[in-house]
């Protein structure tokens, strides 16, 4: 097939491309009501539609606009024609801090060569290089693909293997970590990789992308430079996701693994803090850290690996009409490992409560979350929760279901003991429950202590 | 018992309230730091603790302020002692709208009685009088307990059963109904009723309290003025939930009933609107139609009342590691309608197709919304999407997983065909489903329109 048509763009668009004399590299101007846009001329994907062209702004950010009769395209500069060929590994500078990225899969990996417009499965140094250059100054990377799937298909055993897989890297002595990650359940291992890579002495950053890179508007090159830009050189040693922080095209925002959650479909600020402030934010290159308690980047302290997982954990949520057998169902099942996602300070209808305690009496784990999200359990208020905890269950402070849930997991992967499952459960261990903030009122009213 | 000493005063607060003769009822100054408040002394519950004295400020609100040696207390005033005799009923004005408030239990209910200090079960138009005296200049109340609960132990069975109180009452011919429910499940409820009670020609206004009224800060009293408000004069007429729209006392925020959620376990304004503007706002008395499109309220229109639940629908979440043989399990306990709560634009694991295939061929109604909570879900975009979609899942646009679950119980109680059910399930029967607004990004970049 020839090279050449490969730009993607076709009908309408192409024609007033071909008009202007643009070809891929290119420099534009595009004219449109009242708005110019510059930027170099990108390539389509073969999936996307033949009404927009596709600029690369000067910020690194891809724009789509849509062209109609009115829009205005001229060339204003002959680009360097992208060569199809793979691009070169730029010098590497023996000064700069060492990164490693690892691929597990997502949009991010998968779709991140937006320059050749060609979609590759997974990425290499190479690519990226190719793709995101300003990567070079900022560290030197070297890439491994551990497995390349959608998110919605990693497992606890996927868990276990990256935990190992980094800590391999960390111990030959990189700088920092960046694992590339479908966005879907990135929360859940990130959780999950701060119980298992515990004292860490460098940073290990997620990162994804909600916008292939093939798309107009792609986050994916501004957070993955974030992300590295955070693992060389950010002054903190967590786990931690790494993603924009708002629509506009300039903060990355640093979120610990335990105290962050997907909360938007399809938007590219989709990471929200959960009961915690961001650890850190990335804007203009510059790092700033906001947490006021951190781990240290320390790269001579020995970091502790704990990665096993247990697969006999379950969420179960709540809701009006829920039928408890369920929870029969799994215990008889040898489930050994219970969240209820119960409702606000942590609450299920006392219709349940039998299924609960033939749980507990049965040596299941039964830790109890709130489906609220925001906020933290209080089971002294109400009669139901006092009633929750006399059967057994544990209330787990401001954690949000998931992190719950993949905490219970880590601690049914430690020991065999519900005894010491449920002191495990309960003890914090990575800052995943936040210290008993005062109430807002304090802050708005001035003073004054809310009582409880 | 002597009635003197149900003040709820003890130990040092007491011994300071005593030693500056100020009583119940009285005006005082409290002095502390470079603060000072002023406000009537009312009652502490007997649960509350010994360092906090409470006062009622101004604007109607309570607040609470720790006493310490440094704090002064003054009587600035002789307030009206309140008689802890049951308050008479103010006289009713025949010219204002008549509200009814239907009471189901919950904090609002059965602690708003914070004037005298008394906690009472549930509230009497006497009671409501009494405590929140403001209600006598907006409307004629009257009041019936519908039932007395917690609203974790609210089912299917009584949202029929409100669902006919509530078309009762509106047949009487009142201009407004008010439901005072637990904040737990009530937006569920308030789902629930959004599409039994259809066509309305008046509005049905849920509301509750995040704070007792025996605790200062309570919500309670602020939230039933705005909901009686609404219900009595605004020109809408849908189901919706009244509560503080944030951390100040001054803003009661309207959100549709389906597009509304619980996410704060303690906040007032725990209720946020999800893929929906607020309907409404009501600021210094005067209500604020936000919305652009709604249903207008018309004493004159007949109402549809659809009040049929069933029990046969689930909602199933899934996470990493999720076992399908869940899915199974309820499909051959005769489940009829299933809700997957799966992540991102609406996925789940390849290793639930065939447990989701299975559950689909035997008739289950299987709908797909996603624990993002925000956004839309659209299953053309990975192959996952586009494989569940083969399978027959349906894609349930921008309901979050509780509506969606809601709606669902609240189809298969309307037909018992499958098919008849799925048409139900995808129409926008009452504004579930937003219309497709345009991606954010048309509102930071200015005229693109970003490509899908």
Known sequence: MDQKTKTGYRGYVLKALENSSCEIGDILRVEKEDKVFEGILIPRSESGDDKHVVIKLKNGYNLGIKVTSETIIKRIGKGTKPSFAIPSIPKQNPNLPEVVILSTGGTIASRVDYRTGAVRSALSARDLYGVVPELSDIARIKTEIVFSLYSENITQTHWSQLAKKIEEHISQGVNGVVVAHGTDTMAYTAAALSFALQDLPVPVIFVGAQRSSDRPSSDAALNLIGAVKVASRASFAEVAIAMHENLSDEIIVINRGTKVRKCHTS??????????????????????VLAKDFKKRNPLRKMILKPKFSESAVLVKF??????????????????????????????SKYCFESIENAIVNGVVVGLASQCIWGRVNMHVYDTGRDLLNIGVIPLEDMFPETALVKLMWVLGQTEQPEEAKKLLKTNIIGEFSSRTLPDEILTKGGCKDVK
């Open 319 to 348: 809701y009006p009409g829920f039928d408890p057998k369920v929870i029969d169902w799994h215990v008889k099942n040898g489930v050994r490992g219970l969240i209820l996602e119960g409702t606000g300070l942590g609450h299920v």
């Open 267 to 288: 938007r590219r600020d989709t990471f929200k803090p959960v009961n915690a402030s961001p650890l850190a934010k990335v804007a203009k290159g510059k790092i700033t």
